[in-house]
C-alpha cells in the first residue's frame, strides 16, 4: 500500500500538495494524519470534486510499502503515521519547502526546493514534465501558494512562486475562488479579539531587532486565530509577531516573520511544533501562559541572529573505541590519550554510527567492581545529545551549563567530525567575555543582583514557622562549630513540587556525630549513633525526628554490597544519592539560608517527572535502587527514563540479585555477606505498603523482577485480578474508617505470594531474609486463611454464631486477603458482615453480672458468655431481659452451685 498524507492541521499547501502529488502516484491512497485548517474544511465541504480520501482508522499501517510525505518531513508533525517508518523495506519520497531542522526525515527520493511553498514545486515538476492540471488543479495550487507566501509578501517568496502562479493563471486558476477561501474578512468576535491581542502586546528589541509578543487567555478554542494573527502583523506593519493563546487546556503559539534575521520555524520547533522561516506554529505542552512567555523570550535570545560557532571550536578528529571493546582496554585508551569521555562508535560500511559515551570515572569503577572484561556497551552512557556543526554558542551553552552535559559529539549525517567539551566553551567564553553567563563573570564584571535561586520564600509558603526556625537553628550550631549543614533529599524534592514531607534530612560538612550531640544539648534531644557511618538519630521532645549524616562519599567493594564510607564534600556526598530527583540541597547557614545547590540538573528531571539515576553504575553497586525507583515512579506520577530503564534491564540480565538466591553469581565475593535479601525486603515493604501498590507490581513483573525472587512467581492474568480484588477489599476497609490498624503491605505479599506452597514460601523468605517474627505471621495467615476458605466454601450457609467462631481466630490482614482471594460472592459478603458487624457485637449482661447472680468465679464465665454471645449473633436473643432467661433456661444458677460444675459441664 502507498501513503500520501501531511502534516498536522493540514492547510492549503498540504491539501494541494497531496492532490498534485496523486497524479505522480496514481496507486496511492490520500489520507490527512490529522485535522484541517477550517478554511481548509470550508473548501472541501463546497467543493464539486469529490476527493477520495481514506480514513486513518481504515489503513492497515503495517501494510504501507511507500509514505509519500508532502509539505513536511518532520516524523513528530505526521501523526499515527509515524508508525510506518519502522516497516521494514519502507519507501519514504518528500516533496518539502522547508529548510532542514534537527530530526527531519530523509527519504529514498527528495525534492526539496528553496521556494515560499510546496505547491510551487509540484508545479514546477509538472511543467518539466509536460504533465496538464485542470481548471480546478489549477486553482487549488493557486489557494497554496497564495497562503504560504503571504500573497506574494513574505519574505520566503520567491521568483519562482510569482512564475509557478503565472502558469497557473494560463491554465484556468480561479482567482475570485483564492479570494473567497484565502482572504477572508473579520467576524465580530475575531475584530473583538484582535483588539485584546493588540492591547497584550509588548516589544522586545534584540540584535536590534523589534520583535512583538502578544498573548491571550481564551475559555475555550477559537477558530482561525492565525487569520487574527496575520491581520495584526498587517495593521501594524509588524517585522516579526508571536502570538500565544491559552485556549481551554491548551496553549497555542503562532509565529509570523518577514525578516531572515528571524526564523520563526526553528523556534516554533523547540515548542514541539514546525513551519518555516516565515509562518510557523506549535501547541505548548504542560507550561501555563506565563511560563510559555518566558520560554519565548529565552529562545528569541537564543534564535535571533546566532553565529554558529561549534564547527570551528569543536576538537578533531575524535577519539573513540567500538562497543565491544572491553572496559579495562577503553580504561588503557583513556589514560594514554589523558581524556575524560571517549565515543563509543560502532563501525559500518556506510562509517561509523555513534552509539554512547562513556567516561572514565565510570571506568574505574566498573574494574574496581570486576567488570573489566564486558564490553564498553554494557555501561555507556546512551542518555546524552549531539549538536551539528551549525550550532550556536547558545546551542553549546546550553548544554554544558544548563543541562552539565560536559562532552558534546558533534555530527553531521550520522558522522561524528568532532567534539566540544566544557575546557573548549571556557576557553572561548575567556577569550571574549561578553558571552560569559553572568555566574561566571569576574566580580567588577557581575551585575548588582546575582542569578541565584534562593528558596526562602518558598520555605515560608510551604512550611510552619517551627520548622524553619529549627532549620534555622541547625545552620546557626553548624556555622559556630566551623560546619555546614544542609537540607537534602526527598525534604527538597518534594518542598520544589509544593508537597508536605516532614522527613527531615541533614548532611553536615564536618563530622555527623560531634554536630549532632551539639545540636541535641541546644534543642534538648535525645541522639542515637552509627559509628560506622557515622550517622545519628536525633529526637526531640516533641518527638520529631532527624536524621543527620556527614557528607560522605560511599564506595562499594563490590556489587550489590553495603557501601564503605570516607569523608567527602556535599557535592560527592549528592552524587552518591539513587535518583537526581534526590541529590538537590538546601543550605542553611546563616549567610546562605535557603540557597538551593543542584550540581546535577535535577530540577529539569523534576519538571519532566523523570526518575533518573546520577551515573552507569547506580544499579551494580546497589540493585534495591531498582525497587525504589519503581515505587517513586508511581507514587510520584513520574516516569524511569529510557537511559535509566535500559540500565535496570541490564541488571536483571546481569543477574545482580543472585546474592539472594541459594548459589551466588560468580561476579561476588565468596563468603561476603551483604544483606542484600533484607533489604530488599525492606524495599519490597514499602512498594505493598503503597496506597495502590498494583501498578508497582506490573512494573516488577515487566522488568523480570520477581522470578528472581523466586522463579514459581509470576504475574499473569490470574493474579493479577486477585490483586485487584486484593486492592478493593483494602480500599474497601479504608472507607470504614475503623479503629482497628492494620498492615497493607501483609495483606498484598498474601495476595502476591498466595500460589506458593509452604515450602515455596519457606524458600521465598529465607532468600529475603525476612525476620523469622514475620516469617511465622505469614505462615500461619495463610494457613489459617486457607482452612477457613475451605470450610465456607464446604459450607453454603453456616450460622452466624460459626461464621464468627471460624473469623475471629484471624486477623484482619487474613481477612483482607481472603476477601480478594475467594472467587465467591457468598464468602466474600460473610466476611465483610463479620468485619462490619459481627466482631462488634456485645451482650448486655457482663461476668460482674454473673456474679451478682451467683455463679461462682471461674473458667465456666468464660463459656457462659461465649454461648450468650453466640446466642445473640444467632437472634436467639436481642435484650438484657431475653440474655437473663436464656441464661436461667440454660444455666440455672442452682445447678453452679458447690459440686455442680460437672453436672453443669454435662448438659452443656
Known amino acids: 500500500m502507498e501513503i500520501i498524507t501531511t502534516h498536522l492541521n493540514a492547510d492549503f499547501d498540504g491539501l494541494a500538495s497531496m492532490i498534485a502529488a496523486k497524479k505522480l502516484y496514481p496507486d496511492a491512497e490520500l489520507s490527512f494524519a490529522g485535522s484541517q485548517e477550517k478554511n481548509l474544511r470550508n473548501f472541501l465541504a463546497n467543493s464539486t470534486r469529490v476527493y477520495q480520501f481514506q480514513r486513518q482508522k481504515n489503513i492497515d499501517l503495517d501494510q504501507v510499502i511507500r509514505l509519500i510525505l508532502v509539505d513536511t518531513r518532520q516524523p513528530g508533525r505526521i501523526g499515527n503515521f509515524a508508525k510506518c517508518l519502522d516497516n521494514p523495506g519502507l519507501s519514504i519520497h518528500i516533496y518539502d519547502h522547508h529548510p532542514e531542522l534537527p530530526g527531519d526525515l530523509k527519504g529514498d527520493y527528495e525534492e526539496i ?35 504560504d507566501t503571504g500573497s506574494f509578501t513574505f519574505s520566503t517568496t520567491t521568483p519562482a512562486d510569482l512564475e509557478a502562479m503565472a502558469w497557473l493563471l494560463s491554465k484556468g486558476a480561479n482567482l475570485h475562488a483564492v479570494a473567497q477561501f484565502v482572504s477572508q474578512e473579520l467576524t465580530a468576535q475575531q475584530v ?45 506593519n509588524l517585522n516579526c509577531l508571536f502570538s500565544l493563546a491559552a485556549m481551554g ?40 501562559l506565563i511560563e510559555a512567555e518566558e520560554k519565548l523570550v529565552r529562545l528569541l535570545h537564543k534564535h535571533v541572529r546566532p553565529a554558529s560557532v561549534a564547527g570551528e571550536i569543536m576538537s578533531a578528529p575524535v577519539i573513540s573505541v567500538p562497543p565491544e571493546l572491553s572496559i579495562k582496554e577503553a580504561s588503557r585508551v583513556i589514560d594514554r590519550y589523558n581524556i575524560t569521555v571517549l565515543p563509543v562508535i560502532a563501525q559500518g560500511i556506510k562509517g561509523g554510527a555513534l552509539k554512547g559515551l562513556i567516561s572514565h570515572r565510570v571506568l574505574g569503577k566498573a574494574i574496581y567492581h570486576g567488570l573489566g572484561d564486558l564490553p564498553v556497551s554494557e555501561y555507556m552512557t546512551t542518555d546524552f545529545v549531539v549538536l551539528p556543526p551549525t550550532a550556536t554558542l547558545a ?203 543542584d550540581f546535577f540538573n535535577c530540577q529539569n528531571d523534576l519538571k519532566d517527572r523523570r526518575i533518573r539515576i546520577l551515573h552507569n553504575l547506580s544499579f551494580v553497586e546497589d540493585p534495591t535502587r531498582i525497587l525504589r525507583a519503581i515505587r517513586l515512579e508511581q507514587r510520584m506520577g513520574f516516569v524511569i527514563g529510557k537511559h535509566t530503564e535500559r540500565l535496570i534491564k541490564n541488571a536483571v540480565k546481569m543477574n545482580l540479585f543472585a546474592s539472594i538466591t541459594d548459589s551466588r553469581a560468580r561476579i561476588l565475593k565468596p563468603n561476603s555477606r551483604t544483606r542484600l535479601g533484607y533489604r530488599i525486603f525492606s524495599e519490597l ?78 524458600t521465598l523468605y529465607r532468600r529475603l531474609e525476612i525476620p523469622e517474627r514475620y516469617v511465622k505471621l505469614l505462615l500461619n495467615d495463610k494457613a489459617q486463611a486457607e482452612r477457613l476458605l475451605r470450610t465456607l466454601e464446604r459450607h453454603s450457609a453456616p450460622k452466624p454464631s460459626e461464621s464468627y467462631r471460624l473469623m475471629s481466630r484471624l486477623r484482619l490482614e487474613s481477612l483482607l486477603f481472603l476477601m480478594g482471594y475467594s472467587k465467591k460472592e457468598e464468602t ?81
Request: one cysteine or more; aromatic letters at 8%; proline letters at 4%.
Open 113 to 147: 526546493r528553496a521556494v515560499g511553498s510546496t505547491a510551487t514545486i509540484f508545479t514546477q515538476l509538472f511543467r518539466e514534465k509536460n504533465i496538464e492540471v485542470d481548471r480546478e488543479e489549477a486553482t487549488i495550487l493557486a489557494m497554496a501558494i497564495y497562503e
Open 192 to 236: 473583538a479579539l484582535l483588539n485584546d491581542l493588540m492591547h497584550s502586546a509588548t516589544t522586545y528589541t534584540i540584535e536590534g531587532i523589534d520583535l512583538v509578543v502578544a498573548k491571550i487567555n481564551l475559555p475555550e478554542y477559537v477558530d482561525e486565530f492565525a487569520l487574527i494573527v496575520r491581520r495584526f502583523m498587517v495593521m501594524e
Open 249 to 288: 487546556e491548551k496553549t497555542y503559539l503562532i509565529a509570523r516573520s518577514r525578516i531572515p534575521e528571524v526564523n520563526v520555524g526553528e523556534i516554533a520547533l523547540d515548542f514541539g511544533g514546525g513551519g518555516h522561516a516565515s509562518a510557523a506554529s506549535a501547541t505548548v505542552h504542560d507550561m501555563t
Open 395 to 597: 546551542d553549546i551553552q546550553e548544554l554544558i551549563i544548563g543541562h552539565r552535559q560536559r562532552f558534546i559529539p558533534i555530527v553531521k549525517d550520522s558522522k561524528v567530525l568532532g567534539a566540544i567539551t566544557r575546557t573548549d566553551l571556557l576557553s572561548l567564553l575567556v577569550r571574549d567575555p561578553a558571552h560569559l553567563p553572568k555566574h561566571l563573570l569576574e566580580p567588577l564584571n557581575t551585575p548588582s543582583v546575582a542569578r541565584q535561586r534562593n528558596l526562602k520564600t518558598l520555605m515560608i509558603e510551604n512550611l510552619s514557622r517551627e520548622i524553619i526556625i529549627l532549620l534555622r537553628t541547625i545552620g546557626d550550631v553548624a556555622a559556630r562549630n566551623g560546619y555546614a549543614a544542609y537540607a537534602v533529599g526527598g525534604f527538597v524534592r518534594d518542598l520544589l513540587l509544593r508537597k508536605h514531607n516532614l522527613d527531615l534530612d541533614i548532611v553536615v560538612e564536618g563530622d555527623g556525630i560531634e554536630f549532632a550531640e551539639e545540636l541535641a544539648g541546644r534543642l534538648k534531644g535525645q541522639i542515637r549513633t552509627h559509628e560506622k557511618f557515622n550517622t545519628a538519630v536525633m529526637i526531640l521532645p516533641d518527638g520529631f525526628k532527624i536524621d543527620i549524616a556527614t557528607a560522605r562519599l560511599e564506595y562499594y567493594e563490590y556489587p550489590a554490597a553495603m557501601p564503605t564510607v570516607e569523608l567527602s564534600s556535599i557535592k560527592l556526598d549528592l552524587y552518591r544519592r539513587d535518583f537526581t530527583i534526590n541529590a538537590m540541597a538546601i543550605h542553611l547557614g546563616p549567610d546562605s539560608f535557603g540557597t538551593l545547590l
Open 685 to 762: 515493604k514499602l512498594i505493598l505498603s503503597e496506597k495502590e501498590p498494583l501498578p508497582a507490581i506490573k512494573r516488577l513483573g515487566g522488568f523480570q523482577l520477581l522470578k528472581l525472587f523466586h522463579q514459581a512467581m509470576k504475574l499473569d492474568p490470574p493474579l493479577e485480578m486477585i490483586l485487584t480484588d486484593t486492592q478493593q477489599a483494602v480500599d474497601w476497609y479504608r472507607l470504614l474508617y475503623q479503629d482497628e490498624p492494620f498492615k497493607p503491605w501483609i495483606v498484598f505479599m498474601l495476595a502476591l505470594t498466595c500460589r506458593l506452597s509452604s515450602r515455596q514460601l519457606n
Open 828 to 908: 466474600r459478603k460473610a466476611i465483610s458482615h463479620f468485619i462490619t458487624y459481627q466482631r462488634h457485637v456485645k451482650m448486655e449482661i457482663t461476668g460482674a453480672d454473673l456474679k451478682k447472680l451467683g455463679y461462682p468465679e471461674g473458667p465456666i464465665y468464660g463459656r457462659i458468655l461465649e454461648r450468650l454471645l453466640y446466642a445473640r449473633l444467632d437472634n436467639e436473643v436481642d435484650s438484657r431481659e431475653e440474655e437473663l432467661t436464656f441464661l436461667r433456661r440454660h444455666y440455672p444458677p442452682g445447678r453452679y452451685k458447690t459440686g455442680g460444675h460437672s453436672q453443669a459441664r454435662k448438659n452443656q
